[in-house]
């Protein structure tokens, strides 16, 4: 039996509920956080080339190289990488 596929809002970030493991078309999983306060959101593939997610990459590439198994992470607290993409939204 598949699993069923939960919609998930077309905006540039959404906040995954607990449980929820499947990802549309057009979004990768992340998870954003330091130590154990950790939250996972799925993020559109359009935001990876805007220079302020680029940061974000660069900063997840310094605290854990190149070779991340399973969901991208990247290490920051939620409410800047909140900000960040509401000035990806606003620059849109």
Known sequence: ??????PIRCSPVTELE???????????PVVVGVGKELRRFVVSVRAFKHP???G???M???EFGF????VLRIPCDAQHFEQVFRLISISV
């Open 1 to 6: 039996m598949r699993k069923k596929v939960i």
């Open 18 to 28: 607990c449980g929820e493991d499947r990802v549309a078309k057009g979004y990768v």
């Open 52 to 54: 302020c997610f680029v």
């Open 56 to 58: 974000l990459l660069e």
């Open 60 to 62: 997840a590439a310094q």
């Open 67 to 70: 070779q991340q198994k399973g």
